[in-house]
């Protein structure tokens, strides 16, 4: 009985370590594809983020379903080729998170969450700001 109870002290540390995987949103983007005289052209469009990839051909509207991070673009069309780059800014350090998306971390929220009206009333207000869902992309191919 006694070193079982010694086991479960190391498994509940170490379950502890567990990361939440960020929500995933549709971000519209109005991907528009464009020669260096400014013409529109036909091309093969790569869509990467942290969390996705998507292949398309543009020009299109298309719906990229990631969380909210960067995104980066590469597109080409015969011996042309373009590409862009979406930064977002509002995104942390992995440090600053370390805690908060431990499962322990998560723990802990959830019981100031119970036991204070407060906890609940400081993650509202507290909420990373939300993610330009709308875009329109011009890529320039050279």
Do not use: W
């Amino acid at each position: 009985m006694r070193y079982s109870f010694l086991l479960i002290i190391p498994v509940i540390f170490l379950s502890s370590c567990a990361t939440l995987k960020p929500k995933e949103i549709p971000i519209n983007i109005n991907l528009i594809t464009l020669d260096k005289d400014l013409n529109p052209i036909d091309a093969v469009c790569n869509l990467y983020s942290s969390s996705s990839k998507l292949d398309i051909l543009a020009p299109n509207k298309v719906v990229f379903l990631t969380e909210c991070s960067s995104i980066n673009i590469v597109c080409k069309s015969g011996d042309l080729s373009g590409h862009y780059g979406l930064i977002q800014e509002n995104q942390g350090t992995s440090g600053e998170d370390f805690i908060i998306n431990s499962g322990l971390g998560y723990l802990f929220d959830r019981a100031v969450d119970t036991v204070t009206p407060m906890g609940s009333l400081m993650n509202i207000f507290g909420a990373d700001d939300e993610c330009v869902t709308d875009r329109e992309i011009t890529v320039v191919l050279e």
